[in-house]
């Protein structure tokens, strides 16, 4: 082979493998943490909005795809509400409440547990 042709066709392999490598995609964990804080962003903006759920003690996070709610709020109603709202945002997968209730006049947690009801 020819000097000239190798240096062509070193060239033509650096360009071929600089065009393959520049056309990769992100990693997947890469994708997945900017979804999760698009999907967090909108529930926040949904949760906070809201005239029921605006002056609640809730912290959002979401962990591929799924929104978790902590922190507390004054009623049942509430707790619904902001769960129902994170459902609502677009690339949400799941929701987990993991709201308290909060007796807003003594500052003290109701804990609300449902019973199995007898048959």
Known sequence: MKPISKYFSAVFLAAAMLSVTGCSSPPPDTTQYLSDV??????????????????????????????????????????????????????????KNDLQIINPSSSQIIIIKEEPQPK
């Open 38 to 95: 698009d999907v967090t962003n909108k529930a926040k903006v949904a949760i906070y909005s809201d005239p029921m759920t605006k002056d609640s003690q809730i912290i959002v996070s979401t962990t591929k795809g799924v929104v978790q709610l902590t922190g507390s709020v004054s009623s049942q109603a509430a707790k619904e509400k902001a769960g129902d709202l994170a459902r609502g945002v677009s690339g949400a997968f799941g929701v």
